[in-house]
């Protein structure tokens, strides 16, 4: 019981280490983008009454953002959602740097079903938000992004794991855009290409695993792009440190006293 103990806190540890690794951030992030994926939201909710909101840090290939998701069961079997993604370039927005700033607020309602040791999910939502890239010398890119989701999950949680997977089906539509066409090339081809191909649809994986510390959960996501999106200069990887925070769990610690 020892050594098992010894080594299940050794694999704790090095599953934080390297989830703080994953996202830290590194490199140069003032390139411009046309698209960066918000991680998935995968929730493990098996009934009415359930609430699990997380925070976290993400980081893709050029940017680095704030991820705030809730979810919650009002109803037996139906639950609510609610997400909010935001990389901040305030410089960028002045014109004093160059670079994308983007932010995306999207809410969803769903099902769900509990299975043993955790849960299946369908989720439909609606989001929206802005991307706003600034490529030196005045020359600026303004669009209004909608997204319309698909939302098929499948969650497991254990005394001291929790782990899901998801694929979201979008509908990504770039609407309302002000675009300099003084923008150089390749830059102007991919916005061009962008506009040519919206509304497009848009799959996207989502996997997170990670250590639970009742009632919180220390989670390491990571969400792609399924096909390939370089001519539209989308960033296709996510990674996100969360932290979740189950209020159920709190509430049944509390009740056992």
């Known amino acids: 019981m020892k050594n098992y103990t010894i080594n299940q806190r050794f694999m ?3 599953l934080l280490l390297l989830a703080f690794a994953l996202v830290l951030p590194f490199g140069a992030f ?7 994926l918000n991680v998935l939201n995968i929730p493990c909710i098996t009934q009415k009454g359930d609430l699990v909101l997380g925070l976290g840090w993400s980081r893709g290939a050029t ?12 109803l037996p079997h139906l639950a609510v959602m609610a997400n909010f993604f935001g990389a901040p370039e305030k410089s960028v927005r002045k014109q004093l740097d160059y670079g994308t700033e983007y932010y995306l607020w999207e809410a969803a309602v769903g099902i769900y079903e509990k299975i043993p040791k955790g849960a299946a999910s369908l989720f439909a939502g609606f989001g929206t938000g802005n991307l706003f890239s600034h490529y030196g010398m005045g020359r600026t890119a303004d669009f209004n992004i909608q997204r319309w989701f698909l939302q098929p999950g499948l969650s497991y949680r254990s005394n001291y794991f929790q782990a899901g ?4 089906l979008s509908h990504l539509y770039y609407r309302n855009a002000v675009v300099s066409y003084a923008i150089e090339s390749p830059d102007i081809q991919y916005i061009q290409n962008v506009e040519k191909s919206s509304p497009m649809f848009l799959p996207e994986l989502g996997i997170q695993a990670g250590v639970r510390l ?7 996501s ?3 792009i399924f096909p390939d999106t370089n001519d539209l200069d989308f960033i296709r990887l996510n990674n996100t440190l969360s932290i979740l925070v189950d209020i159920s769990v709190r509430k049944e610690k509390q009740s056992s006293k």
């Open 12 to 14: 704790k540890k090095n």
């Open 222 to 224: 990571v969400s792609s």
């Open 214 to 220: 009742k009632p919180v959960t220390i989670n390491l």
């Open 30 to 36: 003032s390139q411009t983008y046309n698209y960066a």
């Open 63 to 74: 940017f680095r953002a704030l991820e705030i998701q809730g979810t919650y069961s009002p």
């Open 165 to 168: 997977l998801a694929l979201r």
